[in-house]
Each structure stands twice: as structure tokens, then as C-alpha cells.
């Protein structure tokens, strides 16, 4: 005979800490701040596509026009970059949050098995992209704190001036080093959405036979444009097609 | 043909493991894959050692008893398969088999190959079941069910508890076992009266056990019955809606 | 003990007034009173688990002892085809009385009226009970519940879920003992093997069980004990049984004074994948359901050495065509076993053992097309292909019989008791409903009637006699002496040392009973069978090697426990197949036939249920007749031709 243990009845919690204790609402809370993410991601990269057009006939960059009416955004109504931190301020929790439940949710699995089978293990459909999840997130967030530093903060751009974005990228991006690790942060961005971009519908519970077919291509497309997008920049600034 | 096996051994829940090495001489074409095992133990057993324990009981691929990891695969490589409908002629002369137990915190190691899986009757006991005192049932064609309905139902209900999804998957979660007994009953008219409370038992005792998915999808391949990460999705809403619904107006339709 | 007197206890009144008149005089337990009972049910398989759920509901304390690692693997999952049930719903002039009528002429009125009646009586409301659980039963487009045609009746009535219906029945009723486990009604021990009835006082009063993880011996008490261990056609060793179904438990009940009644009646299923070697370790069975576009055939000529599809249709013989052109190739089980039987003795079988016939799809595929033919059996199909690695769809199967299914067991009265008061015996470890032969979709229906319906409302008049006393404390000398009966066999058993496996043994077994207790019996086999099976067990006794010690998971001291206590068994079913001195159902003695060779029942002087009495191992059992009487049907001789 084997224990028979009877579960151990959770206490009454406040029902948003309740749901988020478990894991299934953890994973729920990923693919939540997942999603407004992934919309960062992609709002930013097609943004910074004004990278490509130039200067208007006042000599202003376009892009640089750009960030300037993103700090205006929600004027009269808010003041001046008042909506550039509330967005702030939803990133940086959604970031959290998303951390957060991927470190309690590994040491829950770590938890569940202790032992590793000790012959080597085949997967069969686990792919590179959903095995390094784990890895891919860490370095993204050593590249998001770079970055931060290198075109918002301007402490680790060699010639920093506010508001002027296209001058700093080209600052940066004309260094090597930066160039390259841009592009390979880039990449593991996409690695890392392709997975995220197809769990998130399996943790929403979004399945119907009629579009499951769509979600892979769909984690496959964006990951694709993301990487496309976002490698362009280092790439063509350090290439010198854009100077 | 002759094969070598490497059998974990591990005398207890608590003893440190081990690989020993047999060798399987003289193995037909149409031997099953216990069958062989069945030799190679009998031999062992009048040689005077203890032949190591494997479980398995209806070796037709139904009563979900037997599974074991072979050469790294949960019942071996061949899809849709429990390990007693493995059959010999998928292996060559010489090859080395590697057999080892299921891992995982949910299934510990009772002696060597074989685990208690206890914890998945656990699950089910929290609320895998539809109340129905005997004889309080109506008649059988009072609740029309639609095919497309019964159909989807059946293909979750196939589950045989084997424990091969938690085998599978690098997380040790058992999310396919208990989705797949929670879209059968949560998709059946019958069972919807205690729908969201049967989500969040099933889940909550789930989660004391097991690890947690991250859409891997392991275990749908590793499945005998090919059951499909779908009902991992349908769980997934289940329990969300539960949390977040006033469910003393779940008798109004929409 | 001859003293014995059996006592049906079969209700007064017209055939269908019995039940609801057994009902009303049974003595009731008042629900306050029922949480003081304590009810011991081994085995969790549909009879097991359905009784459990539903006296857990009803109030009782339930204790639950399997020795599987979960309920749920319980052999009842095995069934394929169906369970049927009088609904009527297809409109084709099914009732009660004829679902009754069938069970009876199919199993050749070798089995009591009353217990029959009854099951069809309730056999509806297992299907209500069982929907209403969610099983996942076939329906139409219209929503509502489809049905099948099987072997032995004229009407469809069984009610199926794929090729899976004992799963899926099974896992509800787990599932409803499931919610009694965690109210706490239902103690669930599981890997515990029961090894021995504790009878105190002339009444069952607990069990003695192994446990199989730590080794440890301990004991159970209640106020009855309910023995759901099904059947023990591993007595045959290859059988489409699953590898730990044993006859233990019923032997030891037997052994204990509970009387064994027509131990030798057991099905003998025509359609299961023959044995390719002598390692083979079980038989697999092809579904019923492929007779009815499958031809059966063997090559005119014995030396026959093409394959199968380049035979022509001249030099081919359709036996079962030619033999019963009624019935064709769907006769009943029992009938299309013999003929293959007979067919393999006279040198005709295929493949390379010859033991096998072919089972043809050729013609139904020529004439429904590939997809037809795949939709109805493509999973059957697959699983015929990955077990011999040949392809059904381009060459014929084949196919050959297994022990499928004991109809006899341990005999109970109307209410499901033994001979020994506070035991019971349902599903099939009892004898009592489908006398000499068994029909398709009726052991499905059987079980979870016993366990359902039938046990939980007569348990009640034995118990209700009990009020105020406690269960005897397992401390109590009754208890202490079984579990030393219990050790001393164990350590007898490890104290052989010997050099054969115990496998070896249950094999040996198997060729002298498929070869003399089998689909064909006649009188100088049985004898020689009798003294085999006892020089074999002497050999066991002599020569069985056990490795391992009690005080550990040891699997193969488990085996060596169920094949001595096969090795005793056996020998009864060969004494029974012996004393019965004619043909009826599974039952053939070749002895009893017409002139054309069909089965001749002797209803003048076998119209009995065959009881068994227990003297000890070796000696000559005590035979007591339980006369069966006949007053709704007609006895009639078989015919298919």
C-alpha cells in the first residue's frame, strides 16, 4: 500500500494572490505581460523603421520627430511625458511580473523532478526555442538593461545627446562590438517569441480547431519580422547604409 | 537475435540506483518487448538472482500499467505505443537497450522499474468524476448529446493513466493526464454542473504533485493514445473562467 | 461438513414480481445505522468499484483492497465491444423477458431464472446510471445513444464507446468510488494482495493480506466481505486475461468452506491472435464484432504451402459456412471454436505453428471498398498489424481460440452470498448468470448489475442481523492464526529453492489444460489431465525457485503464490468437466454429441449447478447439486444450421 495522502486545502487569500499561487494562474500572468510585451516589441521595432526615412525639410530625422511626439503623447489631457511613464511604469511591472513567474515556475520544476534520467534523453517535439526559454529570457534581460543604458539613459552610449535618436543609435551601432551583440540579442529576442508567441495561446486557453493551425505560423511570422526588423539596425548602421 | 539490456536497478524509494546489464539471447522476431524481458528474468530467476521488477498486466495496451523509459523515450520511440505493444522486430541484433523508470517527484521509485503513480488516483479523487448517486439517473436519452461532442469526449477519455506525459515531459507536469479527464467530463452536458469547481480541485491537487507546462508538447508524443495538448488549452480557460466567474448565476444561459 | 444444504433464496412470486419482492422483504439498515458497518470488497473491477461507490453512498464503511497500483487497472478495462441492456430504443421488439431469454438459451440453461430475470430487470438502469456519469458511449447524429448487433441475439441492445467499453464503464465507476475516497467513505488500499478469508464462528469475518510493496502480512476485519477478484482463465495460462488475474482469492474462499460451482464451464473465444511462440506471454483478442465481414476458412489441402491470397476459391473451405449455413460465420463462441478445434486436429490449421485459421476480408472489402471496412474495424486492424507484422487488409488474419472467460465460480444464493455467511462473490468470481456460455456484452452488464444494483440492496438482510456488534479486532486469535497459515505459506514456498521458475510451472499447466480441459473434453483426457496436473504440482512444490525475500517488492513470489494456487484449481476443473457427462455451452464431451458432432446437453440428469465442496488438496471433492428449475422457458436443443 502507498501513502494516501489527502491534499492540504489552501487558506483564503485574496482571490488575485490566490489564482496567482498556482501555476496554471502563473502561467496565465506570463502570457498576460507576454502579450503586452510582445505589442512593445513590435511597436518599437516598427517605430524605429523611421530610422529609414530620413530628414524632413527642416533637417529634423524623422525618427527623431517621432520621439518627440512620443513624449507629447496624451497632451493637453496629461503633461508633457506623463504618458511616456505611465507606459513606463506598465513595462517595467509587466517585466517583473513576467520574471517573476518564470523563476517560481522553474523552481517548481526543478522541485518536480529531482533526479534527471540518467541515460540521454530524446526529445521529440521540444524544440531548441522552448528548451532555452530559461537561458534566452536571462540574456534578454542583460541586453534590455544595456540597452537601456546605451540609447535612454545615454550612460553607456559614447556620445550621448537627448532627444536626438539618431545620432545616438549611430554613436553606438558604429562600434563592432555593440553592432554584434545587438544582432545575437536580436536573434535570441525571436527565439524566445516564437516560443512565447505559441504558448501564450495554449496558457490563455485559446484553442479552437479552426485557427490552431495559425498559431505556430503566427509565433513564426512575428519572430521572423521582429528579428528582421531589429537586426536591420545595427546592421545597416554598422554596414554604413545608413550614416 | 541477441540484445543487451541496461536495467536501472534501485532497491527502494530511498537507495541510490544503478545500471546492471544483461545480455537477451536467442529473441524471436515476434516476441513482445515484456515478452523478452519475461526471458531474460526467468533466466535470472534460476540462476538464483532477483529478477528485476517491471510492471505490466493486460499487454494489450489498455490498462495503462506497464511504462518504462527505453533508450530515453517514454515506451520507447515508436508513436503511439504503450511498452507492451513493442515488439521485438523494431529492434536489430546487438542494439543496447537502455530501460529506466519513470522520474519524477509525482512517482517515486518503488523498486526498480517499477513507481507508484497513487498521486494521479489523488488527482482524480479531488474531483475527476461526475455526482451521481446510483439509481438517481434519468433515463439515458433525456440529455441529447452531440456527436461531435461524444466523439471529442472519447478521444480524452482514451487516457490509460499511464504516466508517460509526466515522464515526458522535461518538467515532470501531468497537465495531459488531468486535462484530458477534465475535457471529457467538463464537456458533457452531465458534467457541467460542477464544472468549475471540478477545475480547480483537479488542478489545484494537480500542482501539489507535479510540475507545471510550458507547451513543450512532449507529452502529446510520448501519449499511447495520442491525446492531444488541445485539452491542455480547454483546462487552461476552464480554470481561468473559474477564478474569475460569479457562479451563482451559472444557471442562466448566456 | 456435507451437511451443506443449498438454499437459492430465490423470491416467491411470478418471474418478474421476484426482485421487487425480494426487495421489499429484505430486512433494511435504518441510513442513521449504516455508517457502522464496515465492508470489506477485494478487487476494484467493475463489480468491485461499482459496489464500493454505491454502498459508500448509501452510508457504509467501505475498505477497498486491490493489489493493482491503481484501481483503475482492473481487467474489467480490457472489454471491447459492449454492454447490453432491454431498452428498446431501436424499436425491434426487445423487452426484459427478451434479453432474459437470450442470456438463458445462450448459456444453455445452465443458469437460475430468477438471477437472470433480475439481471435484465436492472440492466437498464446501468445505462442510465452510466451516461448520466459521462461515459462517452456511441451516439447518433441526433445526440441520443446508438446500439450494435452481437453474436446470440436477434435485436441490437448493446450500448458501446469505440472499441473500449470496459474502460470506459470501468473508469466511471473508479471514478464514482473515486468521490467515496476522498468523503472519506471508501479506504483505498492498493498493491495489497487478500491471501486468505477469516472465517470466525461460521461467518466471514475479515482477510488476510500481503502487502506488496513492504512484505508485511496484516489483516482486515468487517462485517462482510465482498470478494469482486473476477474470473481464472489464467488457469489456461495463455488467455486474453491480463498477466496478474489469478484465481487466488476464490480458491482460498473455497478452501475455507465457500462452495466452487461448475468450475470447468469456461469460454473459449474464437477470435484472438494466435501464439507465434512458446515465450508467448498472453493472447490477444480480435473483437467479436469482425465475424460479421470476415469469412473464416482453411485450405482444402493440408500441405498447402502458398499464401493465402493466391489460393483460389476452389481449393478453399468455409467450415463455418459449410457446417452451419444458417448461422454462417456468426454461430455463437462456442460453436465456432469447435469447428476451428477440428480443423487444427485434422491437420488443416495455418501459419508456421498451424494453429491458426484464416479470417477473411477480401470478399467484404471487394464489396464495401477499403474505407467502409477501415472505418469499421481500422483500429483492430492496427492493432493485428503490430502485433504479427502483417497487413489484414491485403492478406487474410489469423486467428485462433483463447480462454476468454470463466462462467463458473464461487456459488452464491439470490442475494449474492456463498456457502460461508458474510461472504459474497459478484462479477465473475460468482457463477450465477450465464450458465454454460456466455454472450457477448453480458459480462459487462453482470458486473456492474451485482455491484450497482443487486449486492447494495441485499447486503442489508445479512447485516441488519448485526446491529451492535463491532468487528472482531484483528488481535483476536481468528486473525492471528491466518496470517500465520499466510507467512508459513510464504515461507514455505522461499524455503523450496528449487530450480524452475515459477512461469515455468503456470506454462506447463497451461499445455496439459488447453489440451485436455479445453474446447473439446472427453473422459480418458480429463483422468490423464487429473494426474498431471497433480504430479505438476508436486513437481512445484518440489522444484519452484523463489528468489527474493517476503520482506520486499518481490514479484516473482507473487506469481508463485497464484500458480500454486492455480495448480490446486485446475484440478477441480478437470474433476467437474469430468463428473459432467454431457455437452452444454463452453462445455464439450465428446462423449455427448448428436451423430452429426454437434453438442447434446443431457438435461435429464446434468439440469444442475455442480457445487463443490473443499476436502482438502489432493482429495475428492464433495459434489452437491443445486437442481435448476425451468418454469418460464423451454429447454431446447441448440441449433444453428
Known amino acids: 500500500m502507498t501513502a494516501t495522502g489527502t491534499p492540504t486545502k489552501k487558506g483564503q487569500r485574496p482571490f488575485l494572490v490566490e489564482f496567482y499561487s498556482s501555476a496554471v494562474g502563473k502561467k496565465w500572468v506570463m502570457a498576460v505581460t507576454g502579450i503586452i510585451i510582445l505589442g512593445y516589441v513590435f511597436v518599437h521595432m516598427f517605430g524605429n523603421l523611421k530610422i529609414y526615412l530620413g530628414a524632413d525639410d527642416l533637417g529634423v530625422y524623422a525618427i527623431d520627430h517621432y520621439g518627440e511626439w512620443l513624449r507629447e503623447l496624451g497632451e493637453p489631457l496629461l503633461p508633457k511625458t506623463a504618458f511616456l511613464w505611465i507606459f513606463r511604469a506598465v513595462m517595467t511591472v509587466s517585466i517583473v511580473l513576467h520574471i517573476h513567474a518564470a523563476y517560481a515556475l522553474t523552481i517548481i520544476n526543478r522541485k518536480a523532478r529531482p533526479q534527471k534520467y540518467q541515460a540521454p534523453r530524446e526529445y521529440l517535439v521540444a524544440n531548441y526555442a522552448s528548451r532555452t526559454m530559461r537561458w534566452s529570457g536571462v540574456i534578454i534581460l542583460a541586453f534590455v538593461l544595456f540597452h537601456l543604458a546605451d540609447l535612454t539613459i545615454g550612460s553607456a552610449n559614447p556620445d550621448f545627446i537627448t532627444g536626438e535618436i539618431r545620432h545616438n543609435m549611430l554613436a553606438s551601432f558604429t562600434q563592432p562590438a555593440v553592432a554584434i551583440f545587438y544582432i545575437v540579442a536580436n536573434i535570441l529576442v525571436g527565439v524566445h517569441i516564437f516560443h512565447g508567441a505559441w504558448s501564450l495561446f495554449q496558457s490563455m486557453g485559446w484553442n479552437n480547431p479552426r485557427f490552431n493551425p495559425w498559431r505556430k505560423w503566427f509565433a513564426a511570422v512575428f519572430a521572423g519580422v521582429v528579428i528582421i526588423g531589429n537586426v536591420s539596425f545595427p546592421l545597416s548602421i554598422w554596414a554604413g547604409w545608413v550614416g | ?254 | 461438513m456435507s451437511n451443506i444444504v443449498l438454499d437459492a433464496k430465490v423470491p416467491e412470486g411470478p418471474l418478474e414480481e421476484k426482485w421487487s419482492n425480494a426487495r421489499f422483504d429484505l430486512k433494511l439498515v435504518n441510513p442513521a445505522n449504516k455508517r457502522k458497518y464496515e465492508i470489506l470488497i477485494i478487487g476494484s473491477g467493475l463489480a468491485g468499484a461499482s459496489a464500493a461507490a454505491t454502498l459508500g453512498e448509501l452510508g457504509y464503511n467501505v475498505t477497498m483492497i486491490t493489489y493493482h497500483d491503481s484501481p483503475r487497472r482492473a481487467h474489467s478495462i480490457a472489454a471491447q465491444g459492449g454492454i447490453n441492456a432491454a431498452k428498446n430504443y431501436h424499436n425491434d421488439g426487445d423487452s426484459i423477458f427478451r434479453l432474459f431469454y437470450d442470456t438463458i438459451k445462450g448459456g444453455d440453461y445452465r443458469s437460475r431464472e430468477a438471477n437472470v430475470y433480475r439481471l435484465a430487470e436492472v440492466s437498464n438502469e446501468i445505462i442510465d446510471q452510466t451516461a448520466a456519469q459521462g461515459v462517452p458511449y456511441g451516439r447518433e447524429y441526433g445526440g441520443l445513444l446508438d446500439n450494435r448487433s452481437f453474436g446470440g441475439a436477434q435485436v441490437s441492445r448493446t450500448f458501446y464507446s469505440r472499441g473500449a467499453t470496459g474502460q470506459q464503464l470501468l473508469l466511471g465507476a473508479y471514478q464514482a468510488m473515486a468521490r467515496q475516497i476522498e468523503l472519506g467513505k471508501v479506504k483505498l488500499y492498493n498493491r495489497m494482495e487478500m491471501l486468505d478469508v477469516v472465517v470466525h464462528e461460521g461467518r466471514a469475518v475479515g482477510v488476510v493480506a500481503r502487502d506488496l510493496i513492504t512484505g508485511e502480512i496484516r489483516s482486515f476485519s468487517g462485517h462482510a466481505v465482498v470478494l469482486a477478484t473476477g474470473g481464472y482463465a489464467n488457469a489456461y495460462y495463455l488467455s486474453t486475461m491480463a498477466m496478474m488475474c489469478n484465481g487466488t482469492a476464490v480458491w482460498r474462499a473455497h478452501k475455507h468452506g465457500a462452495l466452487f460451482a461448475n468450475p470447468s464451464f469456461t469460454q473459449i473465444h474464437p477470435t484472438a491472435i494466435p501464439a507465434s511462440e512458446e515465450f508467448q506471454s498472453k493472447l490477444t483478442l480480435m473483437s467479436e464484432s469482425l465475424r460479421n465481414d470476415g469469412r473464416i476458412w482453411v485450405p482444402k489441402d493440408k500441405n498447402e504451402t502458398r499464401s493465402p491470397d493466391q489460393i483460389p476459391e476452389a481449393e478453399r473451405d468455409y467450415f463455418l459456412e459449410r457446417r452451419y449455413p444458417a448461422f454462417g460465420n456468426l454461430v455463437p463462441r462456442d460453436v465456432a471454436s469447435r469447428a476451428a478445434k477440428v480443423m487444427f486436429d485434422e491437420g488443416y490449421g495455418v501459419g508456421p505453428l498451424k494453429n491458426g485459421v484464416y479470417l477473411d476480408f477480401a470478399e467484404a472489402i471487394g464489396r464495401l471498398g477499403k474505407d467502409v471496412i477501415e472505418q469499421r474495424y481500422g483500429n483492430l486492424f492496427e492493432m493485428y498489424e503490430r502485433i504479427t507484422d502483417e497487413n489484414p487488409y491485403k492478406v487474410p488474419m489469423r486467428i485462433y481460440p483463447a480462454p476468454h472467460y470463466t462462467m463458473g465460480g464461487l456459488w452464491v444464493d439470490y442475494h449474492l452470498m456463498t456457502t460461508i455467511p458474510g461472504l459474497y462473490a459478484i462479477g465473475e468470481a460468482n457463477f450465477s448468470d450465464h450458465g454454460g456460455n456466455r454472450l457477448g456484452a453480458s459480462a459487462l452488464m453482470q458486473g456492474l448489475a451485482d455491484g450497482y444494483f443487486v449486492l447494495p440492496n441485499t447486503i442489508g438482510d445479512y447485516l441488519s442481523d448485526q446491529l451492535g456488534t463491532d468487528p472482531i479486532p484483528t488481535d483476536h486469535a481468528a486473525f492471528k492464526t491466518g496470517e500465520k497459515a499466510v507467512k508459513d505459506q510464504i515461507d514455505e514456498l522461499i524455503a523450496i529453492n528449487g530450480t524452475r521458475s515459477p512461469d515455468y510451472f503456470h506454462r506447463e499447466l497451461g499445455k496439459v489444460m488447453i489440451a485436455e480441459v479445453g474446447m473439446a473434453r472427453n473422459e480418458d483426457g480429463l483422468k490423464r489431465a487429473i494426474s498431471e496436473i497433480r504430479r505438476l504440482r508436486d513437481e512445484f512444490h518440489k522444484d519452484v525457485k523463489v528468489t527474493g525475500s517476503n520482506e520486499s517488492f518481490n514479484q516473482t513470489l507473487e506469481k508463485a503464490g497464484r500458480v500454486a494456487d492455480f495448480l490446486e484449481l485446475a484440478e477441480l476443473m478437470a474433476i467437474d468437466a469430468l463428473n459432467r457427462r454431457e455437452s452444454c455451452g463452453g462445455h464439450f464431451r465428446e462423449e455427448s454429441r448428436t451423430p452429426e458432432g454437434e453438442a447434446l446437453r443431457d438435461d435429464e440428469n446434468y439440469a444442475y449447478v455442480a457445487a463443490w465442496e473443499f476436502n482438502g488438496v489432493g482429495e475428492e471433492p464433495t459434489l452437491h447439486k443445486e437442481q435448476l428449475v425451468f418454469e418460464n422457458v423451454e429447454l431446447a436443443q441448440r441449433s444453428y444450421k
Open chain 2, 1 to 254: 537475435m541477441d540484445v543487451t539490456l541496461k536495467v536501472w536497478r534501485q532497491d527502494g524509494p530511498e537507495a541510490p540506483g544503478r545500471f546492471e546489464t544483461y545480455e537477451a539471447t536467442d529473441i524471436s522476431d515476434h516476441m513482445s518487448f515484456l515478452e523478452m524481458c519475461d526471458i531474460v528474468n526467468e533466466k535470472l530467476v534460476e540462476r538464483g538472482i532477483e529478477p528485476f521488477s517491471i510492471d505490466s498486466d493486460c499487454r494489450e495496451g489498455i490498462c495503462g500499467m506497464c511504462g518504462i523509459m527505453i533508450n530515453g523515450h517514454p515506451h520507447g520511440d515508436q508513436l503511439g505505443t504503450a511498452t507492451c505493444q513493442l515488439h521485438m522486430r523494431k529492434f536489430s541484433d546487438g542494439d543496447e537497450i537502455v530501460l529506466e523508470p519513470w522520474k519524477a517527484t509525482g512517482f517515486p521509485v518503488i523498486r526498480d522499474l517499477v513507481v507508484d503513480r497513487s498521486s494521479f488516483d489523488r488527482i482524480i479523487e479531488a474531483g475527476g468524476y461526475i455526482t451521481v448517486p446510483t439509481g438517481s439517473a434519468p433515463d439515458a436519452n433525456m440529455v441529447p448529446v452531440p456527436k461531435a461532442v461524444a466523439d471529442v469526449a472519447f478521444d480524452a477519455a482514451a487516457c490509460i493513466g499511464c504516466g508517460a506525459c509526466v515522464a515526458a515531459c522535461p518538467n515532470s507536469a501531468a497537465q495531459l493526464f488531468t486535462s484530458a479527464k477534465l475535457a471529457q467530463l467538463n464537456m458533457v452536458p452531465q458534467g457541467q454542473p460542477e464544472r468549475y469547481d471540478r477545475v480547480v480541485a483537479m488542478v489545484d491537487t494537480m500542482e501539489e504533485f507535479f510540475g507545471s507546462c510550458t507547451n513543450h508538447g512532449e507529452c502529446e508524443a510520448a501519449c499511447p493514445k495520442s491525446i492531444t495538448i488541445d485539452f491542455i488549452a480547454m483546462m487552461n480557460k476552464d480554470y481561468i473562467k473559474a477564478k474569475f466567474k460569479n457562479r451563482r448565476l451559472l444557471g442562466q444561459k448566456a
